[in-house]
């Protein structure tokens, strides 16, 4: 398989060079301005998830060829070697968890200066238990003509983590990486149910998360779920596209919420590249943001018209190597909770609506409440820290020169960008979460404070 995309490669590069010309022609001025790509050559890494979907679909329909990008993805094993591999040059850049760049930055874990001028979706995760919770959590769910009423609390889950605790046991799921929104979302859902999903105190050296935790929280690769709770290393976990379906189709698992029900049209996951890299490569980068914005667009244009186009691409084993019917569930507008317990969730998957693409800096500064809330930040922070945190890292002016462009050229049109002549500080429709708690960006200290669980002020693990 490898072999045969490195031939489809070859042919497809010879066929740009032997149209540059004419590429470069119909591009205008605008492309020239942007300047030919300084390293045109690159390999970009992925997760096998189905938001990794805008990379696919830039390789299979031309856009990478046609900014005269010459294209490797390549799987990697988790969101550590991942980013690692970023920051030591081995990929010029990657499908990242929207807390990566973020918690690269300000030195959680591994410190590394990673920007993001692109968010590759919205929502597309869910938290999925086992069948044996499940059967045990549906006695605190109210029904409907038979069905559970959505969303579900976690305070239906408190019994079982409460009969748990009796037994001396301790009840663990699983999330894909410490920054990942997995963990965020996950512990935002036990906590407005009344559940604790522990502290972080990394200036004690406990990197854990599991201080004061009435749910254990590990991680777990996201390929990898389904199996671990089939195996009861975990009772449930959250997770990205198709490892909730997976769970269905294998019949070990039930998913209980969306990220949708959540937090609607929430930030998932961006295109990250390391800061020096950009600097050094500003007009690869514009040409890959080009790429990927028109990928975007294809797979959402005409009412998710092409999305049976997608699954078929991404259920290859190049790419997430899923069935494409586990893959179909949530890519085309159905989500499946229990067993034939399927609804309509047309806004499961988001790429390019709602401008999903923009890199607003109210998504970054949500991540950064969380990582201040379980710990990961110890430190209480000014305001104006998470302002110019989540400027430095979310780079909608670098996203703007490569949309404008893409206006400019004729590709695109300005009403599916948002007005750049604004601010754009807020993602729209941001705003109440499940647990009714007001998101407000520019007062993120304040925010932070409404939580019942969680740290506050200048309180530390």
């Not at 609390?153 to 997995?182: D, I, N, Q, Y």
């Not at 019949?251 to 295109?271: A, C, L, M, S």
Request: with cysteine; glycine share 8%; proline share 7%.
């Amino acid at each position: 398989m490898k072999e045969a995309r490195h031939i489809i490669s070859n042919i497809r590069r010879l066929a740009f060079l032997m149209t540059a010309v004419s590429l470069m022609s119909v591009a205008g001025m605008t492309r020239a301005e942007i300047g030919p790509p300084e390293k045109p050559d690159l390999k970009l890494g992925f997760i096998k998830l189905t938001d990794m979907a805008p990379l696919a679909i830039a390789w299979e329909q031309g856009f990478f060829m046609d900014e005269g990008l010459f294209v490797e993805l390549e799987a990697q094993a988790n969101w550590k070697v991942l980013l690692d591999r970023v920051i030591t040059g081995e990929l010029d850049g990657a499908h990242m968890l929207a807390g990566q760049p973020l918690g690269a930055t300000i030195g959680y874990g591994t410190q590394a200066n990673i920007i993001t001028a692109f968010s590759m979706d919205l929502n597309g995760n869910g938290i999925t238990v086992s069948d044996k919770v499940w059967e045990t959590m549906k006695d605190q769910i109210p029904s409907e003509h038979g069905k559970p009423v959505h969303p579900i609390s976690a305070k239906a889950l408190k019994p079982v983590v409460e009969a748990s605790k009796a037994r001396g046991e301790r009840f663990r799921m699983g999330m894909v990486f410490p920054v990942s929104t997995h963990n965020y979302e996950l512990r935002y859902w036990l906590a407005a149910g009344g559940l604790n999903p522990g502290y972080y105190a990394p200036q004690r050296g406990d990197t854990s998360g599991t201080l004061q935790a009435d749910v254990y929280l590990s991680v777990t690769p996201p390929p990898q779920m389904p199996a671990t709770m089939e195996a009861g290393t975990i009772q449930g976990y959250c997770v990205g596209e198709p490892w909730n379906q997976q769970a269905v189709f294998k019949g070990i698992g039930v998913p209980v919420i969306t990220d949708y029900e959540i937090w609607p049209n929430n930030p998932e996951k961006v295109f990250g590249v390391t800061e020096q890299w950009a600097q050094k490569n500003p007009n690869t980068h514009l040409h890959l943001l080009r790429a990927l914005i028109r990928a975007a667009h294809w797979l959402d244009e005409n009412n998710n018209a092409n999305r049976q186009e997608a699954v078929e691409i991404l259920s290859r084993p190049s790419y997430v190597g899923a069935d494409a019917e586990v893959i179909a569930n949530s890519m085309t507008g159905t989500f499946e909770y229990e067993k034939g317990d399927v609804r309509e969730v047309p806004d499961f998957n988001v790429f390019f609506r709602y401008h999903a693409t923009y890199p607003y800096p109210s998504d970054a500064i949500w991540y950064l409440t969380q990582m201040r809330r379980w710990g990961q930040i110890p430190d209480a922070k000014p305001d104006d820290w998470y302002m110019k945190t989540a400027a430095r890292v979310y780079r909608g002016d670098i996203y703007a020169k490569a949309a404008q462009s893409l206006i400019d050229d004729g590709l695109m049109s300005p009403e599916d960008f948002p007005d750049f002549s604004q601010e754009n500080f807020v993602r729209p429709g941001q705003g109440k979460l499940i647990d009714g708690v007001t998101f407000t960006p520019r007062q993120p200290n304040a925010y932070i404070d409404r939580f019942d669980i969680g740290l506050k002020g200048t309180q530390t693990p």
